[in-house]
């Protein structure tokens, strides 16, 4: 079965997703950028694409690492011992 149609197994791709993102833009954090710098006038990048995604998956997982945490957690105990 796909991971689109078990919500259980949505949940996990998604937590690894942003666990994942959330770790790369740590190791380097220009990654995400797609080596644009910021114009005079702009108040922040344009962010699109594959690359956007990434970007805003990694910071869900810097400024909810309490939450993703315990959910991976949650869905790490789930996997073990209920499924």
């Not at 922040?44 to 991976?72: A, D, H, N, Q």
Request: proline residues 4%.
């Amino acid at each position: 079965m796909s991971a689109i149609f078990d919500f259980s197994s949505l949940l996990t791709v998604i937590l690894l997703i942003i666990c994942t993102c959330a770790y790369l833009r740590e190791m380097r954090p220009t990654i995400f950028d797609g080596g644009k710098t910021l114009q005079p006038g702009d108040t922040r990048l344009k962010r699109s694409g594959v690359t956007g995604f990434c970007w805003k998956m990694s910071r869900i997982g810097e400024r909810l690492s309490p939450y993703v945490g315990v959910s991976c957690a949650v869905m790490a105990i789930h996997l073990l011992f209920f499924k």
